[in-house]
T-cell receptor, first 115, second 116 residues
Framework: DTEVTQTPKHLVMGMTNKKSLKCEQHMGHRAMYWYKQKAKKPPELMFVYSYEKLSINESVPSRFSPECPNSSLLNLHLHALQPEDSALYLC??????????????FGPGTRLTVL | AQSVTQLDSQVPVFEEAPVELRCNYSSSVSVYLFWYVQYPNQGLQLLLKYLSGSTLVKGINGFEAEFNKSQTSFHLRKPSVHISDTAEYFCAVSEVLTGGGNKLTFGTGTQLKVEL
C-alpha cells in the first residue's frame, strides 16, 4: 500500500467553526507532514512530525493545531480560521529511518473554504 | 538556506514534441533534488529524484532529468509529450531536519500545456 489518504476531500466552514482534517498512511513511514497550497502557488510546509513528535512548526498561527496520535495518523485541528486560510491542505509521509532515501508521498489533499 | 528556481512559469508545446523544464538550485551542502507533477485538483506525484550516484535520472511516464553540479541545474526532459502530460510541474530541494523528517522547498512551478 503506497497511498496517503486524506479526509474530507472538501470542507466548507465558517470563521467560528471547529473542524479537523485527517491523514492516514499504512506504509510504515515515521515522518508525516502538513502543507498548505494556495491557488497557482507551490506547497508551503506547515508542520513536520517524526516518530510522533513535532519536529518543526513553520511559524504557523495557533488557529492551526496539529496532532499525531500514532505513527499512521496525522490530524490538523482548525479553529477560528480566516477567509485567507482557504487553500488546498496536503498531507505527506516519508520513511525517515534512512535520510538518504527521503522521498515524500503526498495525499490528494483537502480543499478548504472558509466563509 | 536551500532554494530552487524555475524560470519558466508556462511552457506551451505541441503534442509529440520534446520539452525541457528548467530548474536551478542553490545549496551549500549535499543536494537531494526532486521533480513532482500535480494534475488539476490532485496531490503531488513524484516523477523522479536525485539523491546521489548517476547524474542522469530516469523517472515515470518517460521523463528524465540530469543533475549538473557545475551549472547547479536539474532540468526535466521528455523526448515526446502527450496531451495527458498537461499539468503543473514542481522542482524541489530536500533538507534533512535535525529533529527528524526533511523539509521540501519547492520552486514556483511550471505549467506545461500540451497542444494538438
Amino acid at each position: 500500500d503506497t497511498e496517503v489518504t486524506q479526509t474530507p476531500k472538501h470542507l466548507v466552514m465558517g470563521m467560528t467553526n471547529k473542524k479537523s482534517l485527517k491523514c492516514e498512511q499504512h506504509m510504515g513511514h515515521r515522518a508525516m507532514y502538513w502543507y498548505k497550497q494556495k491557488a497557482k502557488k507551490p506547497p508551503e510546509l506547515m508542520f513536520v512530525y517524526s516518530y510522533e513528535k513535532l519536529s518543526i512548526n513553520e511559524s504557523v498561527p495557533s488557529r492551526f493545531s496539529p496532532e499525531c496520535p500514532n505513527s499512521s495518523l496525522l490530524n490538523l485541528h482548525l479553529h477560528a480560521l480566516q477567509p485567507e486560510d482557504s487553500a488546498l491542505y496536503l498531507c505527506a509521509s516519508s520513511q525517515d529511518w534512512d535520510r538518504n532515501y527521503n522521498e515524500q508521498f503526498f495525499g490528494p489533499g483537502t480543499r478548504l473554504t472558509v466563509l | 538556506a536551500q532554494s530552487v528556481t524555475q524560470l519558466d512559469s508556462q511552457v506551451p508545446v505541441f503534442e509529440e514534441a520534446p520539452v525541457e523544464l528548467r530548474c536551478n538550485y542553490s545549496s551549500s551542502v549535499s543536494v537531494y533534488l526532486f521533480w513532482y507533477v500535480q494534475y488539476p485538483n490532485q496531490g503531488l506525484q513524484l516523477l523522479l529524484k536525485y539523491l546521489s550516484g548517476s547524474t542522469l535520472v530516469k523517472g515515470i511516464n518517460g521523463f528524465e532529468a540530469e543533475f549538473n553540479k557545475s551549472q547547479t541545474s536539474f532540468h526535466l526532459r521528455k523526448p515526446s509529450v502527450h496531451i495527458s502530460d498537461t499539468a503543473e510541474y514542481f522542482c524541489a530541494v530536500s533538507e534533512v531536519l535535525t529533529g527528524g523528517g526533511n523539509k521540501l522547498t519547492f520552486g514556483t512551478g511550471t505549467q506545461l500545456k500540451v497542444e494538438l
